[in-house]
C-alpha cells in the first residue's frame, strides 16, 4: 500500500476514528486503526476503520492520491500523533507491507509496527446491517434522514442523559420512528427532553420502532455529521444500530458508517411522565429568562443548589432568588411577556433550565406549572418538549 | 421480667445492713411466680409466636397457619392440623411444669422435641388471655380459656382437626410491660422474623402468616432445605449463594452441617443477615458466628458479615438445649469440634466457588465477530483488580503495586512513634481504591524520578493522600477521611437548620427489599424527610425513592444503592430512628459516599480547598469514625528517623 494524503483531511479522520477504538483491552489490534487504500478507475480512497466492540466506525478519506492499493493496521494512538506532529507537511505519504506501516513526509520517516490487517474484526456494512447476516437478523426499519434535522434531534435530547452510570438512570436516548414521524427521548430521572421530527419518507420496516441508542454512539455521530442537507440511512436491527452517512439510495459507499451496539433494558414509560394538567402558562423571551435564571444561580453552591421562582400573577413579574447559608443570596427580577393562571412558588436546578434553553432556537418559550411539587413543562413549538421535577427548597 | 441483680459489691457497701428494716421471706403467689417465670419465657409478641409454633411443630402439623393483629400485640393465632390435645388435657396444658415431652431427668439429656419444660402456655397465660381449641383423634373437640390465675372450664367447641391457639392483649396485666413494646409494625417484623427462622428450618411444613388481614407469607410445603431456603431469601440471591455441606459420614459423631452462605458481594453491616439452626431450633451461637468470620477472614472487609444459613444436626446428647430461658442459645458437648466442622466446610465451599464477580455488559450482546470467548472485555484486567482487593489482607506485598493496607500500617508504625493514636479500625472505604488497572494509578514512582515531581507546596501521592508541610514539619492527609469528616460536620450543621435541599424524581427509583424493612419504612419517615428523601412503600417488598438530596445527585451518589444500604442499617437492633445517633449513623454514611475517594485524582485547587478544610475539622470534637484525618511528621521525629538525634 502506497498513499499520499492530503495532511489535514487524514488529521481529522484520524481524530474521529481514534475517538471509538478501543484504549484498554487485551487485544492490542483492537487499540489500532485499519487503513484500507483502493482505487477505482484512477478514484483512489483511503478507508479508516475502528472499533472498540460495541461502537464501530468507517470513515473515506478522499484527498488520498492511492498510488499502491493495500491495507495496514497500525496502533491508533502513535499514528493520531505522528500526522499532528508533522505540522509543516501538507501532504504525507503512507506506505506498508507486512505488518509495519511508515508515514513519510519531507524531512522525517517513521515506521510503526502494526499487525496483519486480516487480525481485524470485520465490520460489517450498510447492506448487511439492513438484510442481515449470519450472525444478525435483518433490519426492523430502514429509513433516510437528513444530518441537520438529525443533530438537531440529538442536540435537543443528548444533553438530558445522565451522566454517570447509576442504576436507575439510562446511559442512552431513546429513538422511536413511526410512519414518517421520528422522536428522540433523553432522561436522567429528574427531567426528560422530547424533540421530534418529520421524515421526508417511511421507509421500509413493519410498524413503529423504538431502540435505545448508547449516548457514546450519538457523540460520535454529531461530529461526523457534516453538511445539513447530507442524507444519512438508518438501519435499526435486533441490538444494533447503524448510520451511513453520505450513502446513496442503498447505503452503498458512505463517506462515514457509524454502527454502535443498542442498549438493553425498558425506556421508562415517558408519556406518563409528561403532565397534562398544567394550569398555568407563562410565555418568556428565552434570552431574558436564560439570563436571569444564569444571574440568580450565582449564588448557589452544592448544598443549596437551587433557584427560587416566585411567580406573581397580577403583575405579571417573576422574581427569581438563590440563598447559599454560608454564601450570601441573590435576586433578580423579570417582566413578563404573558401570564394564564393564579401565582406560584416553584424550585429549580438552574442547570436544568438553561440548558434546555441553550438548545431552544426560537425567541420565544412557554413555561406550563402546576404547583411546587409538581413537574413543569417547558414547550418550543410542537417539536420540543421539556419535563422538569422540581427542587424542594427549603 | 428481669429485675436488675445490683452486684454484691454495691449491696455490701451501699446501706449499713444494721439500718435495714428487713422484710420476712415469703413465697410469692402463684400469679406472681408465674409472671415473674413468663418474663423469661415472654418478652414481646415474637417470643409467643415462637413457642405456639414450636409446640405447633412438635405435635407433628403439616400445615400451620399464623395470624397476628397489631403486629401481635392485640392478637396471634396459630392453627395446625397436628396431632390435638385431648380435652381431659387441656387444663394440664395451661398448667405450669406439665409436659407431654418430657417423663424424667434422663430424658433431659436426649431432648428431640422444641419445647421440654411444660412451661410455655403457662407462661403466656399469666400476662396474657389465652384460648385453646383442640381435637385429638378419638376425643369431643373441645377449648378452655385462661388469663392470668384464671381458668374456665374445659367445654365443647367446633373444630375440625388439629389446635388453634389464641393470644390476647398480651401484658393485660403488666402494663409497663405493654409499655416497653415497640410499634406493632417493629414488633411484626420480629414475629415474622422467627415464622422465617422455623420455616427455613422445616422446609417440609407449610406455611402462610397473615397480619391485620394481609397475607405476608405463604410457604408451600418443600422437598429440602434449599427450595424453603431459596423461597425465603429470594431467589434472586441464588447466584450469590455457596451450597455447604459435611455429612455424618465426614464425623464418625454424626454431626452434619448443611448451608447456603453469600458470596462477599452480598455481605451486610449488620449479623442480621446469619441464620444459625441446631436440631432446627434456631439459636445464636458466637463461637459459630466467629468460625463463619474467620471463613472469610481476606474475603470481605473488617466490620462486614457474612449472609449464611447454617443447619447443624447432631445427635441429641451432644447437644444442651437447656441453657438458656428462651431456648435462643445451645451449648455442644464438643464446642470445639463444631467451630472447625463450620469452619472449615464453610472456607473450603468458598475456595472452591467462583467468587470472580460476574461482568455485567450493560449495552447489547457482545457482537459475534468475536467469537465466544475471546471479546475485547475488560474480564483480564477486572480480574486482576478483584484479585488485588483480595490479597490486601496479605501481609507485606513484595510488588511494586501500591498497598493501601502497607501505607496505613507504615503510617500507624510512624505515628506510636510520636503520639498516641487509634488503631485504623474501619477499612470498609478501601474498596474505594485506584484500581491498578487503569491508566492513572501508575507503579510506584522510583526514587530517582523524585525531583521531576514539580515544585508545589503539596503533592497528592497515590491520589490518596495529600502531604504538605507547615510549621512543624510534614502533615499527610488521608484525602478520604478528611473531606468526609469535613462533609459530615456541614452537614450535621445543616441539618440543624432544616431538611436538606431535595430533588424530585420523574419516577421512584425502585428499591427491591424485604417486606420487614418495608414495615418499618413508616418509622424511619421523619428522620428520612431531614435528609432530603421522600420514600414510600410501592409494594410489599419494594420502597420507591421519589426525592433525593440534590447534594448526592451532584456526588454521583447512586439512590437505589444508598436506600438500600440505608435501609440495611435501620434494621440493626441498636438503630432507633429518632435518635441523634441513628441521625449521625446516616449523615456519615452519606459524608462518606460524597466524599472524594482514595484514588480520585485532585486538581491544584481541590487540594488547596481540602487542606483549608484541616483547620476546621480539626478544632472539632466529633469525628464520624474515630480514626486521624491526617497525621503529622515533625522535624524532631524525622531527626530520629534519620538518626541525626
Ligand atoms: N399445638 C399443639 N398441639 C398439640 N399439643 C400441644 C400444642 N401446644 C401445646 N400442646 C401440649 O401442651 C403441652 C404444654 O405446652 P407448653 O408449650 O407449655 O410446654 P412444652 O412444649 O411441653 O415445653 P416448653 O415450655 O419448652 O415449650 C405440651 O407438652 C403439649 O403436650
Ligand atoms: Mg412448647
Known amino acids: ?394 | 421480667m428481669h429485675t436488675p441483680i445490683p452486684s454484691l459489691a454495691s449491696i455490701h457497701w451501699a446501706v449499713p445492713p444494721s439500718t435495714l428494716q428487713r422484710p420476712a421471706i415469703r413465697v410469692l403467689p402463684p400469679l406472681v411466680a408465674d409472671q415473674i417465670a413468663a418474663g423469661e419465657v415472654v418478652e414481646r409478641p415474637a417470643s409467643v409466636v415462637k413457642e405456639l409454633l414450636e409446640n405447633a411443630l412438635d405435635a407433628g402439623a403439616t400445615r400451620i397457619e399464623v395470624e397476628l393483629a397489631q403486629g401481635g400485640i392485640e392478637l396471634i393465632r396459630i392453627t395446625d392440623d397436628g396431632a390435638g390435645i385431648p380435652p381431659d388435657e387441656l387444663p394440664l396444658a395451661l398448667a405450669a411444669h406439665a409436659t407431654s415431652k418430657l417423663r424424667d431427668a434422663e430424658e433431659l439429656a436426649r431432648i428431640g422435641t422444641l419445647g421440654f419444660r411444660g412451661e410455655a402456655l403457662a407462661s403466656i397465660t399469666s400476662v396474657a388471655r389465652v384460648r385453646i381449641r383442640s381435637v385429638a383423634p378419638g376425643h369431643e373437640p373441645s377449648e378452655i380459656e385462661g388469663a392470668g390465675d384464671q381458668r374456665s372450664a374445659v367445654r365443647p367447641a367446633a373444630v375440625a382437626r388439629g389446635t388453634s391457639i389464641e393470644v390476647r392483649t398480651l401484658f393485660f396485666n403488666t402494663p409497663a410491660r405493654r409499655r416497653f413494646l415497640r410499634t406493632p409494625a417493629t414488633e411484626q417484623t420480629r414475629c415474622m422474623e422467627v415464622v422465617r427462622d422455623l420455616a427455613l428450618a422445616h422446609p417440609a411444613v407449610a406455611l402462610r402468616a397473615l397480619c391485620d388481614g394481609r397475607e405476608t407469607l405463604d410457604l408451600r410445603a418443600e422437598q429440602g432445605p434449599r427450595a424453603r431456603a431459596l423461597a425465603i431469601l429470594g431467589r434472586e440471591l441464588e447466584d450469590n449463594l455457596v451450597e455447604v455441606h459435611a455429612d455424618e459420614q465426614h464425623d464418625a459423631r454424626g454431626v452434619s452441617l448443611w448451608g447456603l452462605v453469600g458470596t462477599p458481594a452480598v455481605a451486610r453491616s449488620n449479623a442480621r443477615a446469619q441464620r444459625v439452626f441446631v436440631n432446627g431450633r434456631a439459636v445464636r451461637d458466637p463461637s459459630i458466628q466467629h468460625a463463619l468470620r474467620e471463613a472469610y477472614r481476606g474475603l470481605i472487609e473488617p466490620g462486614r458479615y457474612p449472609t449464611a444459613v447454617l443447619m447443624i444436626d447432631l445427635p441429641p446428647d451432644g447437644v444442651d438445649v437447656n441453657v438458656h430461658p428462651a431456648k435462643a442459645e445451645v451449648r455442644f458437648r464438643d464446642q470445639g469440634m463444631v467451630h472447625s466442622l463450620v469452619l472449615n466446610t464453610v472456607r473450603e465451599a468458598l475456595r472452591r466457588a467462583d467468587l470472580t464477580p460476574t461482568l455485567a455488559h450493560r449495552t447489547g450482546a457482545r457482537p459475534a465477530i468475536f467469537g465466544p470467548g475471546d471479546g475485547p472485555t475488560d474480564t483480564a484486567s477486572d480480574a486482576q483488580s478483584f484479585a488485588d482487593y483480595f490479597r490486601r489482607d496479605l501481609p507485606a506485598s513484595t510488588g511494586g503495586r501500591f498497598d493501601y493496607q502497607a501505607v496505613r500500617d507504615a503510617l500507624d508504625r510512624v505515628l506510636t512513634m510520636g503520639s498516641k493514636v487509634e488503631p485504623a479500625g474501619d477499612a470498609s472505604d478501601e474498596r474505594e481504591r485506584p484500581d491498578p488497572a487503569s491508566p492513572e494509578a501508575a507503579p510506584a514512582t522510583p526514587a530517582s524520578q523524585l525531583e521531576a515531581l514539580p515544585r508545589r507546596d503539596h503533592l497528592q501521592v497515590h491520589q490518596s493522600y495529600v502531604v504538605a508541610q507547615d510549621d512543624d514539619g510534614v502533615v499527610i492527609v488521608d484525602q478520604h477521611a478528611l473531606h468526609e469528616r469535613a462533609m459530615f460536620e456541614a452537614l450535621h450543621a445543616r441539618i440543624t437548620a432544616g431538611p436538606l435541599e431535595s430533588q424530585s424524581l420523574l419516577t421512584p427509583a425502585v428499591v427491591d427489599t424485604s417486606s420487614e424493612r418495608v414495615t418499618r419504612l413508616e418509622e424511619l419517615t421523619p428522620l428520612l424527610e431531614r435528609l432530603g428523601i421522600d420514600a414510600a412503600a410501592l409494594s410489599p417488598s419494594t420502597v420507591g425513592v421519589r426525592a433525593f438530596p440534590t447534594l448526592l445527585f451532584s456526588r454521583g451518589v447512586d439512590p437505589i444503592d444508598f436506600m438500600s444500604e440505608l435501609l440495611d442499617r435501620a434494621d440493626a437492633d441498636a438503630f432507633v430512628p429518632d435518635s441523634e445517633e441513628a441521625l449521625r449513623e446516616v449523615l456519615d454514611m452519606m459524608a462518606c459516599k460524597a466524599a472524594v475517594k482514595a484514588g480520585d485524582r485532585l486538581t491544584d485547587a481541590e487540594i488547596g480547598a481540602l487542606l483549608e478544610l484541616r483547620g476546621s475539622v480539626e478544632r472539632s470534637t466529633s469525628c464520624p469514625h474515630g480514626r486521624p484525618t491526617s497525621v503529622r511528621l515533625t522535624l524532631a521525629d524525622l531527626e530520629r528517623l534519620f538518626e541525626r538525634r
Not at chain 1, 413503529?208 to 445539513?228: E, F, M
Open chain 1, 1 to 394: 500500500m502506497r498513499v499520499v494524503c492530503d495532511r489535514a483531511a487524514l488529521l481529522e479522520a484520524v481524530n474521529l476514528v481514534s475517538g471509538v477504538v478501543a484504549s484498554r483491552t487485551p487485544r492490542p489490534q483492537l487499540t489500532c486503526v485499519r487503513l484500507d487504500a483502493t482505487s477505482e478507475d484512477g478514484v483512489g480512497t483511503l478507508v479508516l476503520s475502528g472499533t472498540d466492540a460495541e461502537t464501530s466506525m468507517r470513515l473515506a478519506v478522499d484527498r488520498v492520491d492511492v498510488e499502491r492499493a493495500g491495507e495496514a493496521l497500525v496502533p491508533a494512538d502513535k499514528l493520531r500523533q505522528i500526522i499532528q506532529a508533522e505540522d509543516h507537511e501538507s501532504t504525507l505519504t503512507l506506505e506498508a507491507d507486512g505488518d509495519s506501516c511508515q508515514v513519510l513526509g519531507t524531512d522525517a520517516r517513521f515506521r510503526v509496527l502494526g499487525y496483519p490487517a486480516s487480525d481485524f474484526p470485520a465490520i460489517g456494512d450498510f447492506k448487511s446491517a439492513v438484510k442481515g447476516s449470519a450472525e444478525s437478523a435483518p433490519a426492523r426499519a430502514v429509513f433516510t434522514h437528513n444530518a441537520g434535522d438529525l443533530s438537531e434531534l440529538i442536540a435537543r435530547t443528548i444533553f438530558a442523559t445522565a451522566r454517570e452510570n447509576s442504576r436507575y438512570a439510562i446511559n442512552g436516548v431513546l429513538l422511536h420512528k413511526d410512519g414518517k414521524k421520528v422522536e428522540m427521548v433523553a432522561t436522567d430521572g429528574k427531567r426528560l427532553a422530547l424533540a421530534r421530527s418529520a421524515l421526508a419518507a417511511p421507509g421500509a420496516g413493519d410498524g413503529p420502532v423504538k431502540c435505545i441508542v448508547p449516548t457514546k454512539a450519538l457523540q460520535h455521530l454529531q461530529k461526523l455529521l457534516g453538511d445539513d442537507e447530507e442524507p444519512v440511512r438508518l438501519a435499526v436491527g435486533e441490538n444494533r444500530i447503524t448510520f451511513a452517512i453520505g450513502a446513496s439510495e442503498d447505503g452503498e459507499d458512505p463517506r462515514a458508517l457509524l454502527s454502535s451496539t443498542l442498549v438493553e433494558g425498558a425506556f421508562p414509560p415517558y408519556q406518563d411522565v409528561i403532565p397534562k394538567d398544567q394550569d398555568k402558562s407563562i410565555t418568556f423571551d428565552r434570552d431574558l429568562l436564560f439570563s436571569a435564571v444564569k444571574r440568580a444561580a450565582l449564588l448557589t453552591n452544592e448544598e443549596s443548589r437551587g433557584v427560587r421562582l416566585e411567580f406573581d400573577s397580577a403583575g405579571k413579574k417573576l422574581r427569581l432568588s438563590s440563598r447559599a447559608p454560608e454564601m450570601g443570596e441573590a435576586n433578580v427580577e423579570i417582566e413578563l411577556k404573558e401570564y394564564k393562571g393564579d401565582g406560584v412558588e416553584i424550585g429549580f436546578n438552574p442547570g436544568f433550565i438553561t440548558e434546555a434553553l441553550k438548545v431552544i432556537n426560537q425567541p420565544e418559550i412557554v413555561m406550563e406549572l402546576k404547583d411546587s411539587m409538581k413537574p413543569g413543562l417547558i414547550r418550543s413549538g410542537p417539536d420540543f418538549t421539556y419535563v422538569v421535577m422540581p427542587v424542594n427548597l427549603q
